[in-house]
RNA sequence: AGAUCUAUAGUUCAGUUGGUUAGAACAUACGCCUGAUAAGUGUAAGGUCGAUAGUUCAAGUCUAUCUAGAUCUACCA
């Protein structure tokens, strides 16, 4: 600066703002938080009459433990939508929930006890439930304010439980209305059965050891094929549960082993084969079955290739078929037939079937529909034989306590050898031995479990319902299929299918659970009745009034109470005819229904009780989507959502799980300590939900990046802002074709934030402001502004900028308030402080219709594309370092396009270039003139800016110096006045 | 083991009914500016479109197989 001039910069209109560069969120958000509180803003919000409500109903976490990623995810993308609608003009509401019920829970307690060395059977129950309630309780208190600190808007003072007593009694109600029309009845399953405890146990009870079992062959006899070859043979099956014997009820093959027919010819002295005996077994196992069985290679042939038209004739008998003393008790024909789950890897190639003790078999016959032929009731609670068996009754599988003696298998009965013993006397047997293998144990007692056929509560999904509520089909399945394509949208689409194929392909819903905290069925059987008979269930209305009014004015825990079935019961029908059920309802029964006591009866909930979306992860297509899609077309004859959002998994950097042991878990409180809730909200809006998203430190780096360049984009327009008045609205008519071309984006923008967001495409939105941000705002519009906003006085130009300004202003904070809660919060009171002001208390602004101008928007590609070449062209004497600053040039532009040069000879083409002086001009250009290749019409030729450099606005101009103000050119001198 | 889904620069994403040289932004490198300054701005480099085979005049796009990852089932006689 030379010395004799006035230092100018005191004399610009620079930026000017307090807003910090930095955002220091971590620190900061929970102020925000707090204000927000005090403000009572989701209330506030409420209060705003005329709008079409949006419900987005909360799928319920589990209110056990801390929030993992996932969970930050799922609710950040729900607010996003809550946020977004209510700010289109909707009514959002949410009501965010809690599962409260359920195994992980009553598993958390028991392990409690454990350490107390307390006894879970010498608890009362109902001091037991209190203990998981108030657990939960705990852990709802704590989620909560973590979700909050999310910045999780929603009705969190009045949230919903699963276990509130309102709850429980609406959840019992609606089982009662299973009950009342008839789909709900009693059949069984194999569960996994504690013989020692006498429960069934969940997987999740259950850990595998290793366990040494006692392994036999047995022969089942081939009758009735007509052919003498086949009929002299016998099928040979493998099981290690000897137990299961006398249940068998069927053998069953695989389709694609091959199978051949093998004859003893000679025997070693201790041998359960006789010579001319014929086996019929999978290749690939003959010869270890042979070996097993103490015949060597020497021993037996192979005679002949048995068929799958073989095997198709054959019927078998069981090795105890006409024992003597049996009376009769295994002389059915076993049932004979292929299946998909016989391998020939291990075993015989056959597979012994007892469908009461195991799932394979079960499924299998269950799906046939014929398992009232092949169900058993052989073993009781205790692990014993049924009293009245032939030969086994009252003989244990399991011992009721350990054996220390017997090293090898201490819980080992006397049913397996008991058994084989018969066996081998009737010679049913080819050969035994014992194995080592892992097997199930019981988590709590440590002894080992089985399969046990046990009576369970089913909703039957293929049964009229029979409530006049048929406008989407009879049955329950037929209703869901039709929602899901009549009545639901899916995003994205895929999930329609998943759902789809999951409910057309699903068995009878298992309503029961042998558990202790839930709400339990609230039913009585009748003593005497048979499950099939008519009168097996209660189903009296009365009775369920008393059931409900209790409920609701204690809790489930009414049931559990001394005398509560006489309370029920009494002077209705006699209390000692019936027997109370103790079961539990499955939890997702539970959370099945929230739609029944959110949406349907609660004041906030929805007017027809139908939520506009239901928004999980992929994992509730089997859970939640699926249990309130079931619930709801059994109690109200179709879905309960109109719009369903799945949203993927949390993934490492490497698209890998997040485990603890490997190290690459991200927590929410960690990002929201190192970077601030915003971050992790501005991750959900950059990333694709609909498949599975990656985070980690390097991605959470670059989003923090994304929001600083978006944060100093808003801090510019706060300080160009800084002392903008009403005085400065100018009409679009007034402004310069750059300000009417900054709208007409806006206009296209606006288009784009409303459907995308009514999508619920926070990617597309976010992508499309942030591009726009930076490459319209930034490199563009305020590069090219800076000198009217800095240098200009009142001018109208100045005016017009500033008044798009405000209008950016708005558009911007409003469309990113969804995301960025708490710095759209923060930019916004910087310009509207006060205690009541919020951003989230305003809508995004309209558009107005005049806006759109797309001959202008044409227009304006044209120049940007001729911009384009010019400060190319500067590019090169910058690296050349014959210019430094673009105001040192006044290039020359040879336009041949007449088009072209009459578009760009309406526009002020050196400001839009930054340069101090452009000449355009339609002659022809000389040979060096610079061009671009795919730019078409312009060649521009350098040129060094004639004059001095201007002190205060730094173009370099020929008047400079001859003005009142020393140093400065005619603008200048006329601004400094 | 089965069902479903995903795969495009270092990162986050575009890529129309198959049709020029696969596009942005961020990050990177090298510049410019020093009046958005722990900021702004320009230029460049960066891709076998997970792999292979096929259909086609033409494949990131359609088909098949494989690989990796994810979710849900099944983990057994």
């Known amino acids: 600066m030379c010395a004799e001039t006035p230092d100018y910069k005191d004399t610009l209109n620079l930026p000017k703002t307090d807003f910090p560069m930095r955002a220091g969120l971590p620190k900061r958000e929970p102020d925000w938080l707090a204000r927000w509180e005090k403000i009572g803003i989701y209330d506030r919000l409420r209060e705003k009459t005329g709008r079409t409500p949006f419900t987005l109903h909360d799928g319920p976490p589990y209110a056990n433990g801390h929030l993992h990623i996932g969970h930050a995810l799922n609710k950040i993308l729900k607010d996003m939508v809550v946020r977004s609608q209510q700010m289109m003009g909707k009514d959002a509401r949410y009501i965010p929930g809690w599962d409260c019920h359920g195994l992980p829970i009553e598993w958390k307690i028991e392990e409690q006890y454990r350490t107390n060395g307390k006894n879970k059977d010498e608890v009362n129950v109902v001091d037991f439930r209190q203990e998981c309630r108030k657990f939960a309780d705990g852990w709802v208190d704590i989620q909560r304010e973590e979700f909050k600190r999310l910045g999780i808007t929603g009705k969190w003072e009045n949230p919903y439980l699963t276990m509130d007593f309102r709850s429980e009694r609406i959840i019992a109600e609606e089982f009662m209305k299973f009950l009342m029309n008839g789909t709900l009845y009693q059949g069984s399953k194999p569960v996994m059965w504690s013989p020692v405890e006498k429960t069934a146990l969940a997987e999740a009870e259950v850990e595998y050891h290793n366990k040494e079992s006692f392994t036999i062959w047995v022969k089942f006899k081939v009758v009735g094929t007509g052919d003498a070859t086949l009929d002299s043979a016998k099928v040979v099956i493998w099981t290690t549960t000897p137990w299961t014997i006398p249940s068998n009820k069927a053998v069953v093959y695989g389709k694609d082993i091959s199978y051949g027919l093998y004859e003893v010819i000679g025997r070693p002295e201790e041998c359960w084969a006789t010579i001319g005996e014929r086996f019929i077994l999978a290749d690939n196992l003959a010869s270890d079955v042979m070996t097993k069985a103490r015949l060597d290679e020497t021993m037996y042939r192979r005679l002949c290739d048995i068929t799958q038209e073989d095997l198709e004739k054959i019927q078998l008998t069981h090795p105890l078929h006409g024992t003597e003393g049996a009376n009769g008790e295994w002389d059915d024909i076993r049932d004979f037939r292929a299946a998909d789950f016989v391998t020939d890897t291990e075993g015989t190639g056959f597979v012994h079937c007892a469908p009461s003790h195991g799932m394979d078999e079960f499924e299998l016959y269950r799906d046939l529909g014929m398992l009232e032929q092949v169900i058993t009731y052989n073993v009781m609670e205790d692990g014993t034989l049924r009293e009245d068996m032939p030969f086994f009754g009252g003989k244990a599988i399991l011992r009721s306590k350990i054996n220390k003696k017997n090293k090898n298998n201490p819980w080992e009965g006397d049913a397996n050898t008991a058994i084989m013993s018969k066996l081998a006397e009737v010679d049913g047997l080819l050969a035994r031995g014992v194995i080592k293998h892992s097997y199930p144990h019981s988590w709590r007692s440590k002894a080992p479990v089985i399969y046990r056929n046990t009576p369970q509560w089913f909703a039957a999904i293929d049964k009229p319902v029979n409530d006049q509520r048929d406008n989407y089909g009879k049955t329950i399945r037929e209703r869901a299929l039709r929602s899901i394509d009549d009545m639901v949208t899916w995003t994205p689409q895929t999930g329609r299918n998943r759902l789809y194929s999951m409910i057309e392909a699903r068995p009878d819903w298992v309503l029961s659970r042998q558990?202790?905290?839930?709400?339990?069925?609230?039913?009585?059987?009748?003593?005497?009745?048979?499950?099939?008979?008519?009168?097996?269930?209660?189903?009296?209305?009365?009775?369920?009034?008393?059931?409900?009014?209790?409920?609701?004015?204690?809790?489930?825990?009414?049931?559990?109470?001394?005398?509560?079935?006489?309370?029920?019961?009494?002077?209705?029908?006699?209390?000692?005819?019936?027997?109370?059920?103790?079961?539990?309802?499955?939890?997702?029964?539970?959370?099945?229904?929230?739609?029944?006591?959110?949406?349907?009866?609660?004041?906030?909930?929805?007017?027809?009780g139908m939520a506009d979306l239901y928004l999980e992860g992929t994992d509730q297509h089997r859970g939640w989507f699926h249990s309130s899609m079931?619930?709801?077309?059994?109690?109200?004859?179709?879905?309960?959502?109109?719009?369903?959002?799945?949203?993927?998994?949390?993934?490492?950097?490497?698209?890998?799980?997040?485990?603890?042991?490997?190290?690459?878990?991200?927590?929410?409180?960690?990002?929201?300590?190192?970077?601030?809730?915003?971050?992790?909200?501005?991750?959900?809006?950059?990333?694709?939900?609909?498949?599975?998203?990656?985070?980690?430190?390097?991605?959470?780096?670059?989003?923090?990046?994304?929001?600083?360049?978006?944060?100093?984009?808003?801090?510019?327009?706060?300080?160009?802002?800084?002392?903008?008045?009403?005085?400065?609205?100018?009409?679009?008519?007034?402004?310069?074709?750059?300000?009417?071309?900054?709208?007409?984006?806006?206009?296209?923008?606006?288009?784009?934030?409303?459907?995308?967001?009514?999508?619920?495409?926070?990617?597309?939105?976010?992508?499309?402001?942030?591009?726009?941000?930076?490459?319209?705002?930034?490199?563009?519009?305020?590069?090219?502004?800076?000198?009217?906003?800095?240098?200009?006085?009142?001018?109208?130009?100045?005016?017009?900028?500033?008044?798009?300004?405000?209008?950016?202003?708005?558009?911007?904070?409003?469309?990113?308030?969804?995301?960025?809660?708490?710095?759209?919060?923060?930019?916004?009171?910087?310009?509207?402080?006060?205690?009541?002001?919020?951003?989230?208390?305003?809508?995004?602004?309209?558009?107005?219709?005049?806006?759109?101008?797309?001959?202008?928007?044409?227009?304006?590609?044209?120049?940007?594309?001729?911009?384009?070449?010019?400060?190319?062209?500067?590019?090169?004497?910058?690296?050349?370092?014959?210019?430094?600053?673009?105001?040192?040039a006044a290039p020359i532009a040879y336009v041949s396009d007449p088009d072209l040069f009459s578009a760009l000879s309406s526009v002020p083409l050196a400001d839009l270039c930054i340069t101090s002086d452009l000449n355009l001009t339609q002659d022809t250009p000389p040979a060096e003139a610079f061009t671009l290749d795919d730019v078409k019409g312009i060649a521009v030729q350098f040129a060094k800016a004639e004059g001095e450099k201007c002190e205060r606005c730094w173009k370099i101009l020929p008047d400079v110096g001859t003005h009142a103000h020393p140093g400065t050119c005619n603008r200048c001198s006329d601004a400094l006045g």
Request: glycine share 6%; charged share 30%.
């Open 515 to 608: 558990r202790a905290w839930g709400v339990p069925l609230t039913c009585f059987t009748k003593k005497g009745a048979l499950p099939t008979d008519d009168d097996f269930l209660l189903r009296n209305e009365e009775v369920n009034a008393r059931v409900a009014k209790a409920f609701e004015a204690e809790g489930a825990d009414a049931w559990y109470h001394e005398g509560a079935k006489e309370r029920f019961l009494d002077g209705i029908v006699d209390p000692d005819d019936y027997t109370q059920v103790f079961d539990i309802l499955d939890v997702w029964f539970d959370s099945g229904s929230t739609h029944a006591f959110v949406l349907r009866d609660r004041e906030d909930g929805s007017d027809d």
């Open 630 to 888: 079931l619930q709801s077309c059994g109690t109200r004859g179709h879905a309960p959502y109109r719009g369903v959002l799945t949203h993927g998994f949390t993934l490492d950097e490497k698209g890998m799980k997040m485990s603890k042991s490997l190290g690459n878990t991200v927590a929410p409180d960690e990002v929201v300590n190192q970077y601030g809730a915003d971050i992790l909200r501005l991750w959900v809006a950059q990333s694709d939900y609909t498949a599975d998203l990656r985070i980690g430190p390097e991605i959470l780096k670059g989003v923090a990046d994304s929001y600083r360049r978006l944060r100093n984009t808003m801090r510019f327009m706060l300080g160009s802002l800084a002392d903008y008045s009403q005085a400065d609205k100018t009409d679009i008519h007034d402004m310069p074709e750059l300000e009417q071309w900054v709208l007409h984006r806006l206009a296209e923008l606006d288009e784009k934030v409303r459907t995308g967001f009514n999508a619920y495409d926070f990617q597309g939105v976010f992508q499309a402001i942030f591009n726009f941000a930076t490459v319209d705002l930034s490199s563009f519009y305020f590069d090219i502004r800076k000198d009217v906003l800095y240098c200009d006085g009142d001018t109208p130009e100045r005016r017009a900028a500033r008044t798009v300004l405000d209008i950016l202003f708005h558009r911007l904070t409003t469309w990113l308030a969804p995301v960025l809660v708490f710095t759209m919060e923060e930019v916004w009171l910087e310009r509207y402080p006060g205690d009541e002001s919020s951003v989230h208390l305003t809508d995004i602004p309209n558009t107005p219709k005049g806006w759109r101008n797309d001959e202008l928007a044409q227009k304006w590609v044209q120049i940007r594309r001729a911009r384009r070449t010019i400060t190319a062209a500067l590019e090169v004497e910058r690296t050349a370092k014959t210019i430094g600053a673009s105001l040192e």
